[in-house]
Nanobody
Framework: VQLQASGGGLVQAGGSLRLSCAVS????????MGWYRQAPGKQREMVAL???????DYVDFVKGRFTISRGNAKNTVNLQMNSLTPEDTAVYYC?????????WGQGTLVTVSS
């Protein structure tokens, strides 16, 4: 199973970015997909998750600003990020879980300038 993330980049505070992740190598639907992030000097933290049934979960500091959704293609997930702040600067990692096995993407850098 491989996860390919895209969409990171540099944006000014208040701007928006959209991250996408496509999972290949899995013949069955994944139980859960989502995004984590790791800022410099900090631990990796959950940002948003979505289950195969469409249930979503967000960390408090992104609620109302970020939206996670399943893509039209099987085993794809998107993260729409609005009202970005410099505190959102981090490497964002795509995540997928198939039963009890976790898979991670290579990370995409999001930099928000003030």
């Amino acid at each position: 199973v491989q996860l390919q993330a895209s969409g990171g980049g540099l944006v000014q505070a208040g701007g928006s970015l959209r991250l996408s992740c496509a999972v290949s190598g899995s013949r069955i639907s994944l139980n859960e997909m989502g995004w984590y992030r790791q800022a410099p000097g900090k631990q990796r933290e959950m940002v948003a998750l979505i289950t195969s049934g469409g249930a979503t979960d967000y960390v408090d500091f992104v609620k109302g600003r970020f939206t996670i959704s399943r893509g039209n293609a099987k085993n794809t997930v998107n993260l729409q990020m609005n009202s970005l702040t410099p505190e959102d600067t981090a490497v964002y990692y795509c995540y997928a879980r198939q039963f009890y096995v976790e898979h991670w993407g290579q990370g995409t850098l999001v930099t928000v300038s003030s």
